[in-house]
């Protein structure tokens, strides 16, 4: 029996973490478009010697999963983070927060439908709390949160639905093809999509010689990094509960921000960043047993 990789996938999560802090020097200088155009060029200056394989392992590959590679690459890499930053655009905060947070359930029915993954009851024993968990994180009052952009909601929706996919396409996709090859198609099919992005908002291309490293680092730590770590977790991590190890992500987030962003806290985001971490912990020990919460498929 395969090892599970719970583990994996909440570093490769945890990496991501470390995003706002790397972006906070840029964010008041770059449009966001901007800022992932320049995150999959770099990206991909550094993987050019792997990309000949890569393209061959494409070519191999079934049209299922070269069509869920270009959505991944496409639609998870490059239009996720545009529709989530837009979102922010509207001047409505907490919408999109609050909405990401469907990303865990969209990967759970998704999984079901593309890998036949089934979960038992006892599955929502760690999901719900993880949640939850994560919902008081994101919001120093978390009753005082409400809905009030529909657009905004709108554009947080597509995000959270693209990266419920592409947790479970690049499950699915990394059956037949290697991570590596995985994390390179994905920043070469997310360039040229982010480039579109670019051109349709009308964003600049241009950055200084100053925006050089922390862009280099952007793109080198929270992206490449950590989605080779990601891509070899979910080799041997069933997508519905990968999706709950991801939220490692906005726990790293409010811990990094503390340390480093003067970020105070209230009291319900402490609990939530216990429960998160909590719950993320009991389930990658809960699966290492013999009857496991997740069950993938055998064939």
Known sequence: MARDRTWLVAAAAALWGTDGLLRAPLAGA????TVVFWEHLLAIVVLIPFLPS???????ASVRDRTAIVVIGAGSSALATALFTAAFATGDALTPLVLQKLQPLVAVVAAALLLGERVRGRY???????LVGAWLVAFPDPLSAQLRELGAA???VGAAVL??????LGRMVGVQTAPRDVTVLRFAIGLPASAIIVGVQGAPVAITASQVVPLALLALIPGL?????YYIGLQRTPAARATLAELAFPATAAVLGIAFLGVHPSATQWLGLVIVVAAITALGLRERGTEPVVLAPTG
């Open 30 to 33: 770059l449009p966001a478009a």
């Open 54 to 60: 890569a393209f061959r392992a494409f070519r191999a």
């Open 124 to 130: 929502w024993l760690f999901a719900v709390p993880a």
């Open 154 to 156: 709108g554009l947080a």
């Open 163 to 168: 990266w419920g996919l592409g947790t479970v």
């Open 225 to 229: 990094l950590a989605l080779v770590l």
